[in-house]
């Protein structure tokens, strides 16, 4: 077994729950009542069932990985290869572009790339890299191609340490685990001192020691709310496993649960509602040389993506390129970058700039005639910008701009200088099943934005092909004064978005009380997707875009985001359900050790009794409902709804357990005929509990209904089980007491949950 197997195991088998049980069970051993110990028994097996789940979901998560793990470029013998990561070497080149993650630790040799450190330096400018400069392991490449020698491999590697020594990773904002946990932690500190206060004062109650150690541990037992972590937790995995079947890579456990609850979806067009893949539809020359520097600019563009990739299919195919005239000494090359929104090259003469006619001019007119061409299409524009020299000087006669300092001075500075060489339209492939989507988000009340860097009539009128009922949309590059908060309350489809301007835009929906999630399948959107409560990456996208998110729809298929949203909501669903039947039992159980601290009456349960209730009226039903198929929307009322069903239970086991207690001393009943009426009157409050929240019952349900009675009513009845349960016959009296408070229960439960029920909406206690 690998480290990370044993860590599972580790982590499921060390548990301060663990070390309890196994304390109260040599407790029990030690005053010989053996069969008392049955509750250890319980705690291994929900230990094993823990640990198969998690290790059974991490294999099958291991292995989707593999199918996403980016393999480095590493040069040698002048060829261009992919290796395992593991085979990479200090020393090694590195080969990197557009997309990549840098994996390790390097030094630039050659070429000149753009990187985003924001994960360092907590700023959003892409750093330009040259020969020379270091790269960071962890950042990722935002526009052009070079060459790295690996500095450093494995744990030295800067990303690796920075995981050891961080203390406090985001992960998705998991409110059910919060709850969980939370529960665990103040219960563990009451344990302790709990348990020795309880163990003292049965000494002083109870008739002889066995009795005494024996109601002390059922007290601490009934605590424990030993099953619902790894209820929690298996339902968990199991919906992994699923997905996994659907070609879902879910690399953040808690992000199924957030998913189920996001009521907002910021959706990039590229990759999702389209495939991601371009044609050219037609172009227009405006100028003899439009060919000859859209050739050389492509010819010169050593990174892909879906535009290159389409204009190349269509200039470069079928010939190659000849430089001619100015073109043929080419003094320095712009990569593509999502900021710039153009790529280009310069020339002594001039420079040509390939993209986004907003970002390359501020000439007007410009780019009214371009945009009289867009109609439903993509535009790509070509301009020309004669340099200020003919030396091939920068503006003013200073010295030759650097790529990245290309686009903050060029046309802009003075847009006479710009000639419109020609004009591009390409078609986006639209994703058959992308309506079918967009209805079902509308049809669950998840609030639809269109957040992308294309120009605003090509998005809107996709947005509008594919059923988009919002078509509000503003165009980002227009706008001088960006108030996000107001532009994501007015409008539904942002363009010209830059990657930081992503970001703004889901961190403004974040604050307005939204649950957001972002798909995307490039570097620029990987920004917007860390700042998203779940990200869902496309997993034909770049691979930092895949490392950055906590689901990756492996077959790039975003038909799949529904079936991730149901899974979370069955699983949210039904352990609202089931956490109900652990925590009623947490509340009584709790009260209860507490009280009889100070009551000078005998602990109404023994260990072996409450391992039948904790079974049959809790862990049983509670792993049949929480798998059940459940895919209703959540209304963020977890916390309430459980509130509103396990505090009334409890308190009315707890005030029948104390009725009891009264009437069976001022009727002397013996031990035997007292922990048998408590079994009865909290399994008959449990089973009406069970049926609460069950409602309305189907087959599944109604079966499991049947089957816990059927249960209790085999205890009771065979005389094997009910002499190993320590059950007795109740006289007629008994029995007539017994009945009463469990009447007198279904009363208490219904006014106090009245009381909890008004108590919540009067403090506005949601979720």
């Known amino acids: 077994m690998n480290n990370s197997t044993w860590k599972i195991i580790a982590k499921n088998t060390f548990t301060l729950f663990n070390f309890v049980n196994i304390v109260l069970a040599l407790m029990v051993a030690f005053v010989g009542s053996y069969k008392n110990m049955l509750f250890i028994v319980i705690a291994i097996a929900n230990t094993l069932i823990s640990i198969i789940n ?76 040259h020969p020379g400069d270091k790269l960071t392991s962890g950042s990722f490449v935002v526009a052009g191609t070079a060459e790295a020698k690996v500095e450093h491999i494995g744990d030295d590697n800067f990303v690796s340490k920075l995981q050891r020594e961080a203390t406090n990773i985001k992960t998705a904002d998991a409110k059910l685990f919060k709850l969980m946990n939370n529960i665990v932690k103040y219960i563990s500190y009451a344990l302790i001192p709990i348990g020795a206060l309880l163990l003292w004062s049965r000494f002083r109650t109870e008739p002889d020691t066995t009795t005494a150690v024996t109601s002390t541990v059922a007290g601490l037992i009934n605590m424990i709310p030993e099953g619902l972590i790894l209820l929690t937790s298996s339902v968990l995995a199991l919906a992994t496993i699923r997905l996994s079947k659907r070609k879902v890579l879910v690399q953040d456990l808690y992000s199924i649960e957030t998913l189920a609850r996001v009521d907002c979806i910021a959706l990039d067009k590229t990759g999702t509602l389209t495939t991601g893949k371009m044609a050219v539809h037609d172009y227009t020359p405006i100028d003899k040389s439009f060919e000859t520097a859209l050739k050389a600019i492509l010819t010169h563009q050593t990174s892909e993506n879906a535009t290159t990739s389409a204009l190349k299919q269509k200039f470069l195919k079928n010939a190659k390129f000849e430089p001619t005239g100015d073109f043929t000494k080419i003094t320095d090359v712009i990569p593509f970058s999502s900021e710039r929104k153009y790529s280009g090259i310069r020339t002594n003469k001039a420079e040509y700039l390939m993209g986004a006619i907003e970002f390359i001019t501020d000439d007007k007119d410009m780019i009214e005639r371009v945009k009289s061409h867009s109609a439903d299409y993509r535009i790509i524009t070509l301009v020309e910008r004669q340099n200020s020299t003919s030396t091939g000087d920068g503006p003013g006669g200073g010295p030759p701009l650097s790529a990245s300092e290309v686009g903050e001075e060029k046309v802009r500075q003075d847009p006479s200088r710009a000639k419109l060489l020609g004009i591009v339209r390409l078609s986006d492939e639209l994703r058959p099943t992308a309506k079918k989507i967009i209805n079902y988000f509308y049809d669950n009340d998840i609030a639809v934005k269109i957040i992308s860097g294309d120009e605003a009539m090509t998005v809107q009128n996709i947005a509008e092909k594919v059923g988009v009922r919002d078509l509000s949309t503003v165009n980002l590059a227009e706008v001088e004064h960006k108030d996000y908060p107001k532009l994501v309350k007015e409008y539904s489809i942002f363009t010209r978005v830059t990657p930081s301007e992503k970001k703004q835009l889901i961190k403004a929906l974040k604050k307005q009380g939204n649950t957001v999630a972002m798909t995307g399948d490039g570097v ?86 409450m391992s039948l209730l904790n079974f049959a009226c809790i862990g049983f039903p509670g792993f049949v409902l929480a798998l059940e198929h459940n895919t209703e929307r959540i209304k963020n009322r977890f916390v309430t709804n459980i509130i509103e069903y396990s505090v009334p239970i409890g308190l009315t086991v707890t005030i029948s357990m104390l009725i009891l207690s009264i009437v069976a001393e001022l009727n002397g009943f013996t031990k035997s005929e007292l922990t048998t009426a408590s079994v009865m009157i909290t399994f008959a409050i449990d089973i009406f509990l069970i049926y609460w929240i069950s409602r309305p019952l189907n087959k599944l349900r109604g079966s499991l209904f049947l089957g816990i009675i059927g249960i209790f009513a085999a205890v009771f009845l065979i005389p094997f089980l009910r002499n190993f349960f320590e059950f007795t016959y109740l006289t007629a009296n008994g029995l007539i007491i017994t009945i009463s408070i469990i009447a007198a229960g279904f009363l208490i439960f219904t006014l106090i949950r009245l009381i909890i029920r008004h108590l919540v909406k009067r403090l506005k206690f949601i979720y």
């Open 524 to 609: 620029n959107d990987i920004l917007a997707m860390k700042e998203a409560d779940v990200s869902l990456a496309i997993g034909e996208g770049s691979d930092a875009a895949r490392r950055s998110s906590k689901i990756v729809l492996l077959n790039s298929d975003f038909e799949s985001v529904p079936s991730i949203i149901d899974e979370g909501r069955q699983s949210i669903n039904n352990l609202e359900r089931s956490t109900s039947l652990f925590l009623a039992k947490t509340v009584y159980a709790s009260l209860l050790a507490v009280i009889f601290l100070v009551l000078p009456f005998s602990y109404p349960y023994m260990p072996i009794e």
């Open 54 to 129: 998690e290790i059974r979901a991490k294999k099958i998560v291991d292995k989707l990985k593999l199918l996403t793990e980016q393999r480095p470029t590493i040069k040698k013998d002048g060829k261009s290869i992919q290796v395992d990561p593991n085979e990479v070497q200090r020393g090694d080149i590195n080969v990197l572009s557009l997309g990549d993650q840098v994996m390790y630790d390097s030094i630039v040799q050659s070429g000149t790339i753009e990187v985003n450190e924001s994960f360092i330096t907590g700023e959003q400018d892409n750093i330009e890299k």
